[in-house]
T-cell receptor, first 116, second 112 residues
Framework: NAGVTQTPKFRILKIGQSMTLQCTQD?????MYWYRQDPGMGLKLIYYSVGAGITDKGEVPNGYNVSRSTTEDFPLRLELAAPSQTSVYFC???????????????FGPGTRLLVL | LAKTTQPISMDSYEGQEVNITCSHN???????ITWYQQFPSQGPRFIIQ???TKVTNEVASLFIPADRKSSTLSLPRVSLSDTAVYYCLVGDVTGGGNKLTFGTGTQLKVEL
């Protein structure tokens, strides 16, 4: 199993450009998440999904959109890139089957985004 | 989600035991305590999780007192490869998903 994969690894965007960060997991997990991490800070939740066709906002959703058409894929869309979106973006997944136990989240390697 | 407080940084030497304490005064009844480790340029990795008393696995122990307002991650005999940021997280599964709230973590530096 590859686990959680993310593409691209690194990208430079100009202000106002758009892009999609790709995330795929091969563990058949129900739950998927997008986080951003600014330098020296902890991760902040952008969006999450509890299953195909279901998404919800996290702590910092403004400027981003997501979709979940399949169990495996959870792309993150930036429509109008701004310098404040310069960050490292991590995708994660968890099984979503334990019910009452907070499950382990498995993280991808991250996408480093620079907006100039 | 409960707010957590942990030291910004800690230094240690190889072979020593390291204890990182996390404070979570407003922990709720359904909350679990989870620790993640993050190396530079990598995503966080799960270390250990507990609800009360003591939990031990192959890499760490987690001590949780009866009032659950704090917890201590114990790393036995650390090595250089344990240099990383350690995050304490408190939360539950209510409200949908398994949402985690990350603080700034504790930067552990292990030296020879």
């Amino acid at each position: 199993n590859a686990g959680v994969t993310q593409t691209p690894k690194f990208r430079i965007l100009k202000i106002g450009q758009s892009m999609t960060l790709q995330c795929t997991q091969d563990m058949n997990h129900n739950y998927m998440y997008w986080y951003r991490q600014d330098p020296g800070m902890g991760l902040k939740l952008i969006y999450y999904s509890v299953g195909a066709g279901i998404t919800d906002k996290g702590e910092v959703p403004n400027g981003y959109n997501v979709s979940r058409s399949t169990t495996e894929d959870f792309p993150l869309r930036l429509e109008l890139a701004a310098p404040s979106q310069t960050s490292v973006y991590f995708c994660a997944s968890s099984a979503g089957t334990s019910g009452r136990v907070q499950e382990t989240q498995y993280f991808g390697p991250g996408t480093r985004l620079l907006v100039l | 989600l409960a707010k957590t407080t942990q030291p910004i940084s800690m230094d240690s030497y190889e072979g020593q035991e390291v204890n990182i304490t996390c404070s979570h005064n407003n922990i709720a009844t359904n909350d679990y305590i989870t620790w993640y480790q993050q190396f530079p340029s990598q995503g966080p990795r799960f270390i250990i999780q507990g609800y009360k008393t003591k939990v031990t696995n192959e890499v760490a122990s987690l001590f949780i007192p009866a009032d659950r307002k704090s917890s201590t991650l114990s790393l036995p005999r650390v090595s250089l490869s344990d240099t990383a940021v350690y995050y304490c997280l408190v939360g539950d599964v209510t409200g949908g998903g398994n949402k985690l709230t990350f603080g700034t973590g504790t930067q552990l530096k292990v030296e020879l």
